[in-house]
């Protein structure tokens, strides 16, 4: 795997099958979510995803979406299924990245955080704590709708309105849009939000964690002649 990855414009996230992961790219996306978050009913055992890093690289980056796990519980599944990129999708502080440097199999790992934007003061102090953190490998930030439980694939969607123009708490950080976004309204999404890429998981599903090739193909024709 590579250290020096782009940003992600079309990410399929939540992943749990090799012949889903081949479709994703093959469809057109360029970064595949693996979830490691065991409450998730899209988790995937490392075991499991360690067999398909093979069919991802080179093609598309590989990123491992954690929960508020330790880094140390992160590397230990690092170490057993490489990735390019760790997306922290819980409520990690910015100093998450700096333990996580300590870790060998974290030192060349780039970083996505996940958080809400409502426009709420705590939201605002949130992505403020990232952004002015300035770490130089947080890629960006993931924008998702709010969730204290399920921690995205809640199909529900996020508040578009409020990301364009963009806010100054992102200090021109990427942006990931994700939450609720299919084939229906992710026109709107990415006119709307003006994001750098898009995240998406249950409008790709036929099931939880099970993708519809169709579905992926449509989101690809759509959205990414949109984002450039």
Same mark, same amino acid.
């Given at each position: 795997m590579v250290a020096d990855i782009r940003f992600p414009k079309l990410k399929f996230c939540g992943l749990t099958r090799a012949d889903d992961v081949v479709a994703a790219i093959d469809c057109g996306a360029d970064a595949i979510g693996l979830n490691f978050y065991p409450a998730s009913p899209r988790y995937v055992q490392p075991s499991v995803a360690r067999t398909w890093s093979s069919l991802v690289a080179h093609r598309a980056t590989l990123v491992g979406v954690f929960v508020n796990a330790s880094p140390s519980e992160v590397a230990?599944?690092?170490?057993e299924c #490489?990735?390019?990129? /760790?997306? +922290?999708h819980g409520d990690e502080s910015p100093n998450w990245m700096n333990e996580a440097a300590c870790f060998p199999a974290l030192q060349s790992i780039s970083f996505i955080k996940a958080v809400a934007?409502? @426009? +709420?003061?705590e939201d605002q102090l949130n992505v403020e704590r990232w952004t002015t953190a300035r770490h #130089?490998? =947080? =890629?960006g930030l993931l924008v998702d709708s709010y969730? #204290? /439980?399920q921690r995205g694939g809640t199909g529900r969607t996020a508040r578009w309105d409020l990301l364009f123009p963009r806010p100054i708490e992102f200090r021109r950080l990427p942006i990931l849009l994700a939450g @609720? +976004?299919?084939s229906e309204n992710i026109s709107q999404a990415i006119q709307t939000a003006q994001p750098d890429g898009i995240d998406i998981a249950s409008g790709i599903e036929s099931a939880p964690g099970v993708k519809d090739r169709s579905k992926?193909?449509?989101i690809s024709a759509i959205a990414l002649p949109l984002l450039g």
């Open positions: 230990e599944i690092v170490a #490489p990735l390019d990129c /760790v997306q +922290l934007w409502r @426009g +709420l003061e #130089p490998r =947080l =890629l969730d #204290p /439980v @609720g +976004l299919k992926m193909q449509a």
